[in-house]
């Protein structure tokens, strides 16, 4: 599977956003896609995750209430919808996908083998 993030910007405080991470390769339904965060001088970061099958969601407490994650199936994209943003999301946003990482797991970085390139959101105050 390879995935391409994008999305990102500027956008002033209070202000939405919407990223895309679009896969290719087979059975891309099957896979965990997760989004995190780097901020500079910070570690990388879990943000959400959608799994595969069930469609089960997960949000870091830090984002709960205002970002959204969902996917398409059919057009193989998964999108980080996020409202109210803060200078504090300012980050570099990666979205990976596993398709064996183990429900424990599903926050840890270690957890994926696939990656995007990352996308830039800043937000000013």
């Known amino acids: 599977v390879q995935l391409q993030a994008s999305g990102g910007g500027l956008v002033q405080a209070g202000g939405s956003l919407r990223l895309s991470c679009a896969a290719s390769?087979?059975?891309?339904?099957?896979?965990?896609v997760t989004w995190f965060r780097q901020a500079p001088g910070k570690e990388r970061e879990f943000v959400a995750y959608i799994r595969g099958g069930s469609r089960t969601t997960n949000y870091a407490d830090s984002v709960k209430g205002r970002f959204t994650i969902s996917r398409d199936n059919i057009e193989n994209t998964v999108y980080l919808q996020m409202v109210s943003l803060k200078p504090e999301d300012t980050a570099v946003y990666y979205c990976?996908?596993?398709?064996?990482?183990?429900?424990?797991?599903?926050?840890?970085?270690?957890?994926?083998?696939?990656w995007g390139q990352g996308t830039q959101v800043t937000v000013s105050s």
């Open positions: 390769g087979r059975a891309f339904n099957t896979y965990t």
């Open positions: 990976a996908a596993s398709r064996t990482a183990i429900l424990s797991s599903l926050r840890s970085t270690t957890a994926y083998n696939y």
